[in-house]
């Protein structure tokens, strides 16, 4: 015989340790607290970090070399705006609702890949196809991500009470999106599997790399 | 000790997906008030009003102490991780978002707190012996007879000791829900997991102490 559980079958249980006395709170010394930024301060180092990742990759295309801007492939100057509108607030979004949040940036991941391959199919052209070739423009690629995934993490340090894997990771991917924008307005090859694979290095990687490692760093 | 036979009043087979939010209905309009005023509370605090933190303290570190004494057993070490607790939502102020709700996001530190201690001594599954002897209550009601007392002495103990034995994440969930009076929802945020996941966690958790209480025949 079988029955449902009732809401208040969990209240038959009772609280072991409902019959503690109150002992007085312990103390808490506010003087020795070590100095924390409030929401003001938090909003500025966040608006500057985002201003210093930007000021980052140009000063590295600059760096390393533009390649010709009237030769820049339209699709992929939007990609990169685009994918970061989408990705940064799914991991900004205040604590409620885990599988919608999660479902998000699932989703918001999923649509980023896609958008890079659609826009790499787009604009594929002629190119280098060699290993080197794939090798130095990911590294260089990656180099673009690391810089903004170091500065968001630092940025949003001690943000997620909880899930600061998956939030830090969204972080890794806008970040890795920033970077695989940045390296093309470098990098004149247009062959696809080098876009595929030399300029998604930082799609891929930095997610993986922000949420193993960041999340450390940004969990509250 | 001998075994008192089982109890014919305990349930058979209740299904999970029959829980549902009860704490969110036995939410009174006072705790309501609380809530509403503790967030007011930690909103002044993450805007930089530095006074309202003795308040918060006040009035969130009583219930933030039993959440964490009903994880860990021990009331020294419940009031150690309640500074560490602390010490990290003043870390974090500036990252509370504004308009959210601060019991579940000071509920989710607190877990991470008691997580990264256990993590140290990796014994989040259970707690000590010493832990629940040092944690034991008076067990009856003043003036109760010798039998009522002898009853809810042995209940407690087998309560504290399956509270003890649990899995951590059935453990959280089942406090949270059950103890603390949480909604499932606000549970789910706190454990960064669904609400369905949160409901599961819980009825094993009631199933084992089901299973415990029935076999020393004091039910549920």
Request: glycine share 8%; charged share 20%.
């Amino acid at each position: 015989m079988t029955r449902e559980l009732r809401p208040d079958d969990l209240f038959d249980v009772p609280d072991p340790f409902a019959a503690s006395e109150p002992a007085p709170l312990p103390p808490l010394d506010l003087a020795s607290l070590p100095a924390s930024p409030d929401r003001g301060r938090v909003q500025a180092l966040r608006l500057a970090a985002v201003i210093v990742a930007l000021a980052f990759e140009a000063l590295l295309v600059v760096g390393i070399g533009a390649r010709e801007v009237a030769r820049l492939p339209r699709a992929v100057l939007g990609y990169g705006v685009l994918a970061l509108l989408l990705a940064s607030p799914v991991a900004l979004l205040p604590l409620r609702g885990a599988r919608a949040r999660r479902g998000a940036f699932v989703a918001v991941a999923l649509l980023a890949g896609a958008i890079f391959v659609v826009a790499s199919l787009l604009s594929a052209g002629e190119g280098d196809r060699s290993a080197v070739a794939m090798a130095e423009c990911a590294v260089a690629a990656l180099a673009m991500a690391a810089g903004p995934t170091v500065l968001a993490v630092y940025a949003m340090r001690h943000a997620f009470a909880s899930g600061a894997g998956w939030r830090t990771g969204a972080l890794g991917l806008a970040s890795g999106l920033l970077g695989a924008a940045a390296i093309r307005l470098h990098c004149p090859d247009d062959a696809l599997a080098h876009l595929l694979v030399a300029h998604g290095a930082p799609v891929l990687l930095a997610p993986l790399a922000a949420a193993l490692l960041g999340a450390r760093v940004t969990r509250a | 000790m001998p075994q008192a036979p089982p109890s014919t009043a305990t349930p058979s087979e209740p299904a999970p997906q029959a829980l549902s939010s009860a704490s969110s209905a036995r939410r009174s309009p006072e705790a309501a008030r609380l809530s509403a005023e503790l967030d007011r509370l930690m909103d002044r605090y993450a805007s930089g009003d530095n006074a309202a933190f003795a308040e918060l303290y006040r009035q969130l570190a009583p219930r933030l102490r039993m959440f964490l004494l009903r994880l860990c057993g021990a009331p020294r070490l419940a009031d150690d991780l309640l500074q560490d607790t602390f010490l990290r939502v003043h870390r974090a102020r500036g990252s509370f978002t504004a308009g959210a709700a601060v019991v579940p996001w000071s509920y989710a530190i607190a877990r991470n707190v008691y997580i990264d201690h256990s993590r140290r001594g990796r014994d989040r599954g259970r707690a000590s012996l010493d832990d629940l002897e040092e944690s034991a209550q008076p067990l009856a009601a003043p003036g109760a007879s010798p039998h009522a007392e002898l009853v809810g002495k042995r209940t407690l103990d087998v309560v504290r000791a399956t509270l003890a034995k649990l899995p951590a994440m059935q453990r959280e969930a089942f406090v949270l829900v059950r103890f603390e009076g949480m909604s499932i929802a606000e549970a789910a945020a706190v454990l960064d997991a669904s609400e369905s996941a949160v409901k599961l966690r819980a009825f094993r958790a009631y199933e084992a102490f089901r299973a415990a209480l029935g076999a020393t025949g004091e039910g549920p």
